[in-house]
């Protein structure tokens, strides 16, 4: 399979070149295997069950900057059927600093880590999965950008995830993870209308 991002460090083209970013190495684009929906964009990594997941949302006007990433995260707990104690966790929720961020445009970004237990194409299998996500924040096009990075912890005997289990020989880090949220460029705003 083709890496999205090569060995050449050149920023991958997100939303039709609207927004860049570093991606990591052995990333396949999911968009050339399947149909993603068109507010993202979908990597997998070629020989782990890590995924990441560049998604443009509606601004959540009604929630302070402070709690957004949690609201976010609880979302997507409640589409990964979740919401059940013990199921999804917050472990942290940390600002990132404006200058460090290509994405100068935010009003603020955050990151939060927690962890959710989840299920692969409505499978009984449950995967535990800690799920980084990174959040910037854009009032004035009334939109959120979310960053997902799911990295499966343990995974179930039953799921169709476990031959995957076990080959994290060249598996993504939280730090490759920091690099595409610092390397996050916006070259169009017409991609928010």
Known sequence: MQSAAGSSEQPHPLFGGALSALIPHS?????????????QEVFAHSHTDQSLIVELVEYQGQVADQDAARYHFEDIAGGNKALEPGAHEVLSVAVLPKSDLSLFQ?????MLTGTQCVSKFNEEARNKVTL????????????DVLVT??????????????SAAGTQTQAWTVQHFHRLLQTLTLHNPGLFG
Not at 27 to 39: A, C, F, G
Not at 132 to 143: I, W
Request: hydrophobic residues 30%; negative net charge; charged residues 20%.
């Open 27 to 39: 990333s396949t684009d999911i968009s050339k295997l399947r149909e993603i929906p068109d507010n």
């Open 106 to 110: 935010c009003s603020s970004a955050w």
């Open 132 to 143: 980084h996500l990174g959040l910037f924040r854009l009032p004035q096009f009334s939109t």
């Open 149 to 162: 990075f799911n990295d499966p912890q343990s995974i179930s005997p039953d799921s169709s995830s476990a």
